[in-house]
């Protein structure tokens, strides 16, 4: 049974860092594009960052570019998202999901596999 689980998430003051992880089993995903996306209180769930099957090719949304980081370990089956300089306005519950196809992709329809999410808060 494939399975995403997300960890990592949490409370935090505005400017403070967080990494989650986001750890695969039943099956290896290194050979598929994965991504990040969140769902803040009363509103749709938006893409965050993606990343390549080989790590080669990484993609942010412009809310979080040059503040997070997304990469993964091959051998462990698991990504992970560095959020550094977090504000009360990245506050949602965080969603790791594993593409359908080859190429890395940006939208929820484009992912097949999901996680069941880790809540990060962070406050001003």
């Known amino acids: 049974q494939v399975q995403l689980v997300e960890s990592g998430g949490g409370l935090v003051q505005a400017g403070g860092s967080l990494r989650l992880s986001c750890a695969a089993s039943?099956?290896?995903?290194?050979?598929?594009?994965m991504g990040w996306f969140r769902q803040a209180p009363g509103r749709e769930r938006e893409f965050v960052a993606a990343?390549?099957?080989?790590?080669?090719?990484?993609y942010y949304s412009d809310s979080v570019k040059g503040r997070f980081t997304i990469s993964r370990d091959g051998a462990k089956n698991t990504m992970y998202l560095q959020m550094s300089s977090l504000k009360p306005e990245d506050t949602a519950v965080y969603y790791c999901?594993?593409?359908?196809?080859?190429?890395?992709?940006?939208?929820?329809?484009?992912?097949?596999?999901w996680g069941q999410g880790t809540q990060v808060t962070v406050s001003s």
């Open positions: 990343i390549s099957w080989s790590s080669s090719s990484t």
């Open positions: 039943g099956r290896s995903f290194s050979n598929f594009p």
């Open positions: 999901a594993v593409a359908s196809g080859i190429s890395i992709a940006t939208r929820e329809r484009e992912y097949r596999f």
